[in-house]
């Protein structure tokens, strides 16, 4: 019998800024269609006799209480018992990932699991940009030094960033090559993206979700005065925005591309009406902000879409 309860599969549940979370947005919302919330950290997920068991908290959502999370009890439950499996933690897309993705693999007939395991596995969300680079400011991805001074020489302002990070980590504007940064940032992460920089960025990029193949709504993050990151995590100000004809025909492209890929839901963002290479997939951001703008609550079309 499958029992009405929701796994996420996150980051450390009491370090997440419960007040934007996208996942407790989500949490919050089915709780009201009477579900069960199950919070699981992917180290503790496992494979016992043939099952795949976590152990993780079962918790209870309240925005109207100042710790904004119950926990109700602690257990080790046989995700195959769940009616969806939400995988929501952050990269980097390490091989710690990549075996969850192996694990929840083994009981997608079973269970809905949004991102499909598969996918997530499948699709790198810079790499996967790879085939939208018409769309694009001029891109590389590389770890060839040679390659990239030259890229910084031709364009003048350069943006680097790791291929597998988020939330604007270890993301640099470079105006001539620096040996030692980038030989540095390759050493730790591998291959890495150069993109002509865009200025304006300052005035803010935009956030576009796409839920089952259809573009919704987006926001725009303005960076904090004398930044270039537009990541909400390093000080930029949200605000509502909407698309423009070229944003739309983009992101109705990619859309596209995605549920075909088994992408339910996911982000992509632009600068200055170009995609900015970023295919958000793992666990895209956003949906509360949106909500607290403009009580727009694509929170409740996910899981309608789900028929949860």
Known sequence: MINKIVAIQGNNLFRLNLKTDTSIFLANEIQKKNYKIFYYYPKNLSVINSKVIAEGLFIKINY???KHIKVLKRQKLDLSKCKFILIRQDPPFNLEYISTTYILETIKNKVKIVNDPTSIRNISEKLFSIKYQKFMPKSIFTQNLKLIKRFI???KEVIIKPI???GGNDIYLLTKFNKRLIEKIIK??????????LPK?????KRVFIIK????????RVPKKGSFLSNMSKGA?????????TEIKISSVVSKDLIKNGIFFAGIDFIDEKLNGDINV???????TLFDLTKINLAKTFWNKLKA
């Open 213 to 220: 193949g259809k573009v919704y709504s987006a926001i725009s």
């Open 64 to 66: 109207n209480n100042k």
């Open 153 to 155: 020489s031709t364009n």
């Open 201 to 205: 960025i300052t005035k803010g990029d």
């Open 164 to 166: 597998h990070s988020f």
């Open 188 to 197: 730790k992460h591998g291959h890495i993206m150069c993109q002509k920089y």
């Open 282 to 288: 793992t666990s895209p951001t956003g949906l509360k």
């Open 237 to 245: 100000t949200p605000k509502y925005t909407r698309l423009s004809k």
